[in-house]
């Protein structure tokens, strides 16, 4: 099982690093970009210490660690989910704005045709 947390870890790492980098095309809060970062430190925490996953959740009235995590990622996709609707729906919006905008720039008027 070794292998698997040290391979999750470099994943997670991967992904903060890739978050980092890309900071400037990425269109979220601070608060956002926090959660972030410390949800991908509890997925560390997690992998490493199991037992204290397994204990918390028992106090939140979960059976298993594993739940718990797979609850918080249920969680953590949905708010992605809805994040990425969003903001693909406000880059719609934009777009049809400029292209009426083009539209109206490239119109000709009518020529009267007055016989």
């Known amino acids: 099982m070794i292998w698997f947390q040290i391979l999750a870890i470099i994943g997670l790492l991967a992904l903060v ?3 980092v980098v890309n900071r400037g095309t ?3 809060s601070a608060g956002v970009k926090i959660l972030f970062v410390a949800f991908i430190c509890f ?3 997690a992998m490493l210490r199991q037992d204290d996953v397994t204990w918390v959740a028992n106090k939140l009235g979960i059976q298993r660690g594993l739940d718990l995590v797979l609850f918080l990622l249920v969680i953590a996709f949905a708010f992605t989910t ?3 609707y969003l903001r693909f729906r406000d880059l719609e919006v934009k777009y049809a704005r400029l292209a009426r905008a083009i539209a109206l720039q490239n119109a000709e008027k ?3 045709h007055d016989s």
């Open 17 to 19: 690093g890739f978050f």
């Open 82 to 84: 809805v994040s990425t």
């Open 43 to 45: 997925g560390v925490y």
């Open 26 to 28: 990425a269109r979220s």
């Open 110 to 112: 009518p020529e009267d």
